[in-house]
């Protein structure tokens, strides 16, 4: 249904450019490297059709006005963050749909690490580019929310099937495990992944995409609502808490 070409992008950067076989719609997912986008899609022989911004940073969206200016492509955006993005065409908020060819995209609201953070989710293909909100075993810093909002932008995430490949936006996995594995120790789930995660790095090989199923069972970030992760972090029922504990001891580590 869709090609997905992934590429480093900048310092520790992926971008990702979504491609539907049918139609010949081509999106660029975020623009941290207008150039390099452009050189990406020309080698594959696609044309951008529309840019997706998760958010305002400019690691992000730095590139939408070089890729706008050379293929007259769209621009889909947070609607929250209109005024930090130039050039938007269509703003978007959770529960707004886009499409990528015949497919629907639902675009879920991820606030925390900016205030107008969104996801685009696309059922059909079981797919979904998170930006900075979810990282594989981590999360964004909470920029410009709290941890509240941030907790409910996870949850949201957590809600998604769970067979939904995660496509985040850096290579942070490495630093990741060896942070949750700090504070979640005897997760099993999480020891696998982690020596995993350090074999790939080793061999040069990229984390991205993840897959929600796995980040359910080993992201320490996504399990503030376990009872015995609570209890570590000294905060019995309370996953909001919870998850503010873990992130601060992340900030810090």
Avoid at 75 to 95: H, M, S, T, V, Y
Avoid at 147 to 169: D, F, G, H, N, Q
């Amino acid at each position: 249904m869709i090609e997905i070409h992934q590429f480093p992008c900048l310092k520790d950067n992926y971008g990702f450019l979504a491609h539907d076989t049918k139609s010949g719609m081509t999106v660029a997912i975020d623009t941290p490297d207008g150039e390099k986008y452009l050189a990406e899609a020309e080698s594959l022989g696609w044309t951008i059709d529309e840019i997706w911004n998760t958010h305002w940073h400019p690691d992000h969206a730095g590139g939408n006005e070089l890729i706008k200016k050379a293929t007259g492509c769209r621009i889909l955006a947070p609607a929250g963050e209109a005024e930090k993005i130039p050039g938007i065409d269509q703003p978007l908020a959770g529960g707004d749909k886009a499409r990528l060819g015949n497919m629907e995209v639902v675009i879920v609201d991820v606030p925390g690490h900016t205030l107008g953070h969104i996801a685009y989710h696309i059922p059909e293909a079981r797919t979904a580019f998170v930006g900075d909100a979810l990282f594989a075993l981590g999360c964004g810093r909470v920029f410009e929310g709290d941890a509240k909002m941030m907790w409910a932008s996870l949850s949201r995430l957590k809600s998604l099937p769970a067979e939904t490949v995660i496509y985040c936006a850096h290579e942070y996995t490495q630093a990741n495990a060896r942070f949750a594995l700090s504070v979640d120790p005897s997760n099993p789930a999480l020891t696998s992944y982690a020596q995993e995660v350090e074999m790939k790095r080793q061999r040069g090989e990229w984390t991205v995409p993840t897959v929600l199923s796995r980040e359910l069972e080993a992201n320490p970030f996504l399990r503030a609502d376990d009872a015995a992760l609570q209890a570590a972090m000294g905060h019995a029922g309370d996953p909001v808490a919870t998850f503010a504990e873990i992130r601060a001891r992340k900030d810090s580590f």
